[in-house]
Antibody, heavy 121, light 107 residues
């Protein structure tokens, strides 16, 4: 059973950088699959942010691409990370990490529990 | 982006009753359509993938059908634990996009 767990600050100031990590257990991210970030807010619902393949290839939502600094892998820690900047109050949301498909970005079969990130001064 | 329109946005049904939710894509997505269940405070859970395939471990009372632009999701006999919000999601094109959800309540 693949397990994912998000971590990072729950409060970020406007104009700063949102940095989150996702620790993956019981599956080696180097073995394959896409790994992605999805957020959920009352205003926008569920919104895909971006995904990374085990090769390091990245794919971003065009609506956020200019502000996604990076989605990256850390094979040594079996983690992947998200950096988004600059943030505004509109980026307040629950952020989920999820496993995508073996050959497709959009089949999210395992999810983390989610982390609430509030953007406020 | 492909827009996913779910209906209804909420519905009430009786235990043991049949529930159907529809999802319409703004363009042809073949069968690249998933259904998720989300309970309060929890992450979405994949129930149906590729429009009609039941994810491992999901009860057989859940089913999905459709292709192209029109899809449906059915619970054949509603159970108390099925109270949740249900979302459709397309992955034919990047970005993957989700419907706004259908909130299911007990009548």
């Amino acid at each position: 059973q693949v397990q994912l767990q998000e971590s990072g600050p729950g409060l970020v100031k406007p104009s700063e950088t949102l940095s989150l990590s996702c620790n993956v257990s019981d599956y080696s991210i180097r073995s394959g699959y896409y790994w992605g970030w999805i957020r959920q807010s009352p205003g926008k619902g569920l919104e895909w942010i971006g995904s990374i393949y085990n090769t390091g290839s990245t794919y971003y939502n065009p609506s956020l691409k200019s502000r996604v600094i990076t989605i990256s892998l850390d094979m040594s820690k079996n983690q992947f990370s998200l950096k988004l900047s600059p943030v505004t109050a509109a980026d307040t949301a629950v952020y989920y990490c999820a496993r995508g498909g073996l050959s497709t970005i959009g089949l999210f079969d395992y999810w983390g529990q989610g982390i609430l990130v509030t953007v406020s001064s | 982006d492909i827009q996913m329109t779910q209906s209804p946005s909420s519905l009430s049904a009786s235990i043991g009753g049949r529930v159907t939710i529809t999802c319409q894509a703004s363009q042809d997505i073949s069968n690249y359509l998933n259904w998720y269940q989300q309970k309060p405070g929890k992450a979405p859970k994949l129930l149906i993938y590729d429009a009609s395939n039941l994810q491992t471990g999901v009860p057989s009372r859940f089913s999905g059908s459709g292709s192209g632009t029109d899809f449906s999701f059915t619970i054949s006999s509603l159970q108390p634990e099925d109270i949740a919000i249900y979302y459709c999601q397309q992955y034919d094109q990047i970005p993957p996009t989700f419907g706004r959800g259908t909130k299911l309540e007990i009548k």
